[in-house]
């Protein structure tokens, strides 16, 4: 006997497979939205990208400007100050000579040294490279970041995580993330099985490498045997997205089995493309964000602006990505069924 279904235009029965064409098409059509919003991201991004990238090739052009004015007029005072002593070596009288070409080699030589500093120093302000980054910046963001929680850095040697962070809502604790912290320059698997018996030990599942080296074709965040890798400038965002699951979790009282079943589905998600890409939009303006206030310090206060900016966008897209976050632990099948049925009602 054939199943009948409600039509959604006009209620009356219709057969299981003209239902399942109605649903099939609406699916499509939600799809299709959906592409369409990941591409006009997608393009946002880029465009903020490219303006970043602008800022930045402005603001490296006048920092060596500036460092190479700074070379020229200490080069041009110390020439001066190596003609003077040529000048007074040669009018020494015939007993000072030697003397007097001693005093000038050194000074010559100090002259050289200073010119060298300097020219080092050049180097240094035209440079890209980042600074030194550490366990203890990680545990001073994080605690700036999540006064709420109880964040704790754990002792070397025991083969556990480095810091734990137990996430409070409304000072109840409702789970520990366990971060692995990774200062290196090239990646190794072994850094898997540390992050995961590190969670172990914590009795969590929510095992985090913050890494400064990635696996082959990844970079900014990626996810390994169930771990996720995240740049440190990436690290407060992602920390934000698991933190905001755990409190969501406790907040609707779910039991230990949805807990298991929710936290499934999340990291399901975070697996996915689209994640990946939002991820990557953070970390990326995280980045350009960091460029910015390294070169704020050195030499000019006139990004400030623009430090906001990227720092707005920064917060809109963890928003985002948290609101996605929500959305999927309050989904449940019946919710899934009504909204396909509410979405083919509109065709």
Known sequence: MLKN?????????????????????????????????????RKKVQQERDALRRDRQATRAEARSWAKDQVK?????LRAQVDRLRDAQDATHEEGVEVGKREGRRSLERAEKQIAVLQ??????????????????????????????????????????DIAQEVRYRGRPCGTLALECKNVKEWS??????????????????????????????????????????????????????????????????????????????????????????????VDAATELEEIQKRERKAHEQVWTQ???????IVNRTGQVQGKVVALLEETPEKSAAKVEHAAAGV
Not at 24 to 31: G, P
Request: glycine fraction near 8%; aromatic fraction near 6%.
């Open 5 to 41: 279904e409600r039509c959604p235009y006009c209620g009356h029965k219709v057969s299981h497979a003209e239902y399942e064409k109605v649903r099939a098409k609406v699916e499509r059509e939600l799809r299709s939205r959906l592409d369409k919003e990941l591409a006009v991201e």
């Open 73 to 77: 007029q200490a080069t041009a005072s």
């Open 120 to 161: 080092r120093e050049l180097s240094r302000k035209t440079s890209d490279e980042f600074g030194d980054w550490s366990e203890q910046d990680l545990h001073d963001a994080l605690s700036r970041a999540f006064p709420e929680d109880k964040i704790v850095r754990l002792p070397k040697g025991d083969g556990g995580a």
């Open 189 to 282: 698997n072994s850094f898997i099985g540390q992050a995961k018996r590190g969670a172990e030990r914590l009795d969590t599942e929510h095992a985090i490498i913050v890494s400064t080296a990635f696996p082959k074709k990844a970079k900014g965040f990626a996810m390994l045997k169930g771990v996720p890798i995240v740049v440190p400038t990436g690290a407060l965002a992602f920390v934000e997205v698991l933190r905001g699951s755990l409190i969501e979790m406790e907040r609707r009282g779910l039991s230990t089995g949805q807990r298991v079943e929710k936290s499934k589905a999340l990291y399901e998600y975070l697996r996915g493309t689209s994640f990946r890409a939002s991820m990557q939009s953070i």
């Open 307 to 313: 430090q906001a900016s990227h720092l707005s966008a």
